[in-house]
């Protein structure tokens, strides 16, 4: 309904300043504050005032005058408040709302037809995932279930390198050292128990025997330039180890609920010699030139100093050569592409499309979406490679004891009846820990530094993801206790400010998931989500839905209005990629 509205009003405003002679090219259409009883309001009266030579409450009224709501089916009235033009809803708008928000899809959009690949979290498979690049995949996941649930056809792609120095050198220790070389694996899952070859390997490439590290480093190069060559052998070899290393990686990603559709490896660009083609493009290219054997791209016509390696001096190929070979296929394959980056590698995205323009690539169907580093209290560095930081699998773990711990500390104080075994408890500890986890660094703007806190991820009061989670529990527990009672569609028995107030929220949800996914910010459905819950606590405090106070038909009425909430709050959560408990 919201989105109708909007169409309603811009239709209506722009007709309205047409009629008057002023410019109709922005609208100046907002949401009003909360004490405001109008859905949407325009502030075009500031813009116009020195147009029309008058001040900005005389040219509101003026236009508020003009409005024509003849053909709106949704909007009510136009009406003024200083230098704003408000614009009310008519019972249609509620009405409509409370049967759409009936289905358990709403808030999902019509097909837009558009297919988009969104690449995220891609971390090397060296080791296990640590809490410095939590941001990425629970970014990257929330972004691709907020475009999906607008309508788009989303891909979900994991780029793995598997081609680079690092695997290189992982793949040499892994058949280089025996398991009595290793210390004890920190859990019994592949990620751990081969990163041990990796840190062995790059302790014995720093302090080694000098004769014995530089035989290391010839077969370390052998194997870069058999994976540049396309022979089967290196890549089974490699593949051994990758394919290990990101299995165990991947079940950590899967506790996150951070799913994939394709594990793209940057060998296929390899195998199918389309980044050798990429390099006899660009050496054809007006900006490529040779020095010191290596060939390389002048990028100053981007204002980039730094030039773009693209071959080495040995003649194989770099990490961003095979990333152009990539990004053509997904161009070839996708309406769009969208890559979720850490912000240092804003620099390399910038070559890399300019590359990509060199190379004749429409770049406008490519963006990033950058964020900033999840850090440690004191500023503790994190390295796969050093063996420093915390580890996902360690937070998800504390998460979800102190979750029970929390569950269990409120049993004795539940309203609803169900008795919830042990079985029910550790399910809503898990649901409610990795929620708490994904909502403290999916609510932030991407571009803000967090600096992490077991106290604030696992905050189980106010603005967390089990404030969220508790009023959906709230809301089955009402549908529940109502048995037999069927919901009465009827928006003109919810006649009070409460219930109004949440129609209204309840109706804002579709656009929310329209804005957030075109600004590609999913923390705007953290927002709302925290938001929702107030208004509609608002409303439990102040309106018995099952009450034999209460007649049975507003009970009826106000038991939709209660599933409308559900879903909302249900398909809130989804987007966020949180579990929605029944019971808590």
């Known amino acids: 309904m919201f989105i109708a509205f909007r169409r309603e009003v811009e239709a209506a405003l722009d007709a309205a300043l047409d009629d008057l002679g002023y410019p109709t090219e922005d609208l100046g259409i907002e949401e009003p504050p909360a004490d ?135 793949t040499w220790a892994y058949e280089t050292f025996d398991e009595s070389d290793l210390p004890e694996p920190e859990r019994e899952k592949p990620d751990y128990e081969l990163v041990r070859y990796y840190r062995k390997g790059n302790e014995f490439l720093e302090e080694g025997d000098p004769e014995a590290v530089e035989e290391a480093e010839a077969e370390i190069a052998s194997i870069i330039e058999g994976l540049d060559a396309g022979d089967e052998e290196t890549y089974e070899r490699v593949g051994e180890v990758v394919d290990q290393v990101l299995g165990g990686m991947k079940q950590t990603l899967d506790r996150l609920l951070a799913t994939f559709d394709e594990f793209v490896k940057e060998t296929r660009f390899l195998r199918d010699s389309s980044t050798h083609e990429v390099v006899e493009r660009l050496q054809d290219s007006e900006y490529a030139y040779e020095e010191e054997d290596a060939w390389q791209l002048d990028l100053e016509e981007w204002d980039i100093e730094q030039s773009f390696v693209f071959l080495r001096s040995d003649d194989t190929t770099l990490y961003t050569t095979r990333d152009l070979a990539h990004h053509e296929w997904k161009f070839d394959t996708f309406d769009q592409a969208i890559t979720v980056l850490g912000e240092d590698q804003e620099l390399h995205a910038n070559k890399l499309n300019a590359a990509l323009d060199i190379l004749g690539n429409d770049t406008e169907q490519l963006e990033e979406v950058f964020y900033a580093w999840v850090n440690l209290p004191g500023g503790e560095s994190m390295s796969t490679r050093q063996g420093t930081g915390v580890d996902m699998d360690d937070l998800l773990d504390e998460a979800v004891a102190r979750a029970e711990d929390a569950v269990r500390s409120r049993l004795d104080d539940r309203i609803r009846g169900d008795d919830l075994t042990d079985e029910d408890v550790e399910r809503i500890a898990r649901q409610v820990g990795i929620g708490a986890v994904r909502y403290d660094i999916v609510s932030k703007q991407p571009t ?89 606590n608002g409303f439990y405090r102040s309106r018995h839905v099952l009450s034999e106070d209460v007649d049975d038909d507003v009970a009826a009425a106000r038991l939709a209005l209660v599933n409308a909430a559900r879903h909302t709050l249900a398909n809130a959560l989804d987007v966020l990629g949180i579990e929605a408990p029944e019971s808590m």
């Open 36 to 170: 405001v009883p109008a859905v949407l309001a325009s502030s075009v009266a500031f813009r116009l005032a020195g147009e029309a030579q008058a001040p900005p409450p005389e040219v509101a009224a003026e236009i508020a005058d003009a409005v024509d709501l003849s053909d709106s089916e949704y909007v009510a009235s136009a009406s003024t408040q200083g230098p704003y033009v408000n614009f009310t809803p008519s019972e249609a708008y509620f009405e409509g709302t409370l049967a759409d928000a009936q289905e358990t899809e709403w808030g999902r959009l019509p097909d837009t037809d558009t297919s988009v690949v969104v690449e995220h979290t891609s971390a090397n498979p060296t080791g296990p995932v640590h809490v410095g690049r939590a941001r990425n995949p629970i970014l990257g996941d929330a972004l691709a279930r907020v475009l999906d649930y607008a309508g788009y056809d989303v891909t979900r792609e994991y780029y793995v390198n598997d081609a680079g120095r690092q695997m290189a050198v992982f």
């Open 448 to 536: 803000k530094a967090i600096t992490f806190d077991w106290e604030d991820a696992l905050d189980f009061e106010g603005q967390s993801a089990p404030y969220v989670q508790y009023a959906h529990a709230r809301a089955c527990g009402i549908a529940a206790e109502a048995g037999d009672l069927e919901p009465e569609l009827d928006a003109g028995l919810l006649d009070s400010p409460e219930e109004r107030d949440l129609l209204k929220a309840i109706a804002r949800f579709p656009g929310v998931v329209e804005e957030a996914a075109a600004d590609r910010e999913p923390h705007q459905i953290a927002t709302f989500a925290r938001e929702f819950v107030d208004t509609f």
